[in-house]
């Protein structure tokens, strides 16, 4: 891999200066990607701590899995950009070289690997918080991304094609620990419940309504994922049945990081992420 990008060939000011209707689509590939990216970040803090050697290796290629499908959606918002501006941004750019008010991934995905009465974000992985996120995250998308197979965007189709495949994969995983921990031991089954109570509120900002969304269903590339909720809880709640949890109570909170105000743990997050390509800027390997 090699890369001569550097934070001066970075610069948002010409697409932020265009009206929505020409920028939904590039804006909307760039919220996708950045949720896959940072949720497949997340997931590669267990690469060789996994709780057991297969679901180390599980969860190592979940987070593949989620990077290539950021990698993709990155390389046509580059393209996409380049219609708009005449420069075509390569997918490092916008991984490394973007601010945390950059980036508009759900909150969600950001989060540590456990509850808030656990402490810094030091505080040891809780298997229960990545596997109920996963989970949540992976009912979502097994809905969204065959909706967009059908989007007016050729290259946005293809891609929602293969992550299709994928997203079901990742559902169903999470989805048999979900039913394994919450039907297992007291112990299992309190902490999978704390993590669905500490997760839940998220879930607000997923399916809240926004301009870009709105505008992005009007021209026919994408949906409201607020169209998708019935479907989404439907897969939730037999899994929770199953699995002998229940659904806490609903909540007002709703989080910000798909408007790019995010949660404290998102500056770590990106250092440890873009730490390599800012030290060493224009280096190849």
Not at 137 to 156: F, H, I, K, Q, T
Not at 258 to 279: D, F, N, P, W
Request: net charge negative; hydrophobic share 40%.
């Amino acid at each position: 891999m090699s890369s001569s990008i550097t934070a001066d060939t970075v610069d948002d000011s010409a697409v932020a200066r265009l009206p929505l209707a020409r920028t939904a689509a590039l804006q909307y590939v760039l919220r996708l990607a950045d949720n896959a990216l940072i949720l497949g970040q997340r997931n590669a803090e267990w690469c060789g701590h996994g709780p057991a050697l297969e679901e180390d290796i599980a969860l190592t290629n979940i987070s593949l899995d989620l990077i290539g499908q950021a990698r993709l959606l990155y390389s046509h918002a580059g393209a996409l950009e380049g219609q708009l501006t005449g420069r075509v941004r390569h997918e490092d750019e916008y991984a490394y070289w973007r601010s945390e008010r950059e980036f508009h991934n759900w909150t969600l995905l950001e989060l540590p690997h456990h509850g808030p009465l656990a402490g810094t974000a030091r505080a040891d992985r809780d298997y229960a918080v990545t596997i109920m996120r996963n989970f949540l995250y992976g009912a979502l998308m097994a809905e969204l991304w065959p909706v967009l197979e059908r989007s007016n965007d050729a290259e946005l189709a293809a891609i929602a094609a293969k992550s299709s495949k994928e997203a079901r994969y990742h559902l169903q995983h999470a989805a048999g620990w979900v039913v394994r921990l919450g039907d297992g031991t007291e112990a299992s089954h309190l902490r999978m419940q704390q993590a669905l109570d500490h997760l839940m509120p998220y879930m607000n900002e997923c399916f809240g309504a926004d301009p870009l969304e709105q505008e992005i269903a009007r021209q026919g590339i994408g949906v409201q994922t607020a169209d998708l909720r019935g479907a989404w809880e439907a897969t939730v709640q037999a899994t929770l049945d199953e699995a002998t949890l229940r659904l806490p109570a609903r909540s007002a909170f709703v989080s910000t990081g798909k408007h790019g105000v995010h949660s404290e743990h998102m500056s770590y997050l990106l250092a440890e992420l873009q730490g390599l390509a800012r030290a060493h800027p224009g280096a190849q390997w």
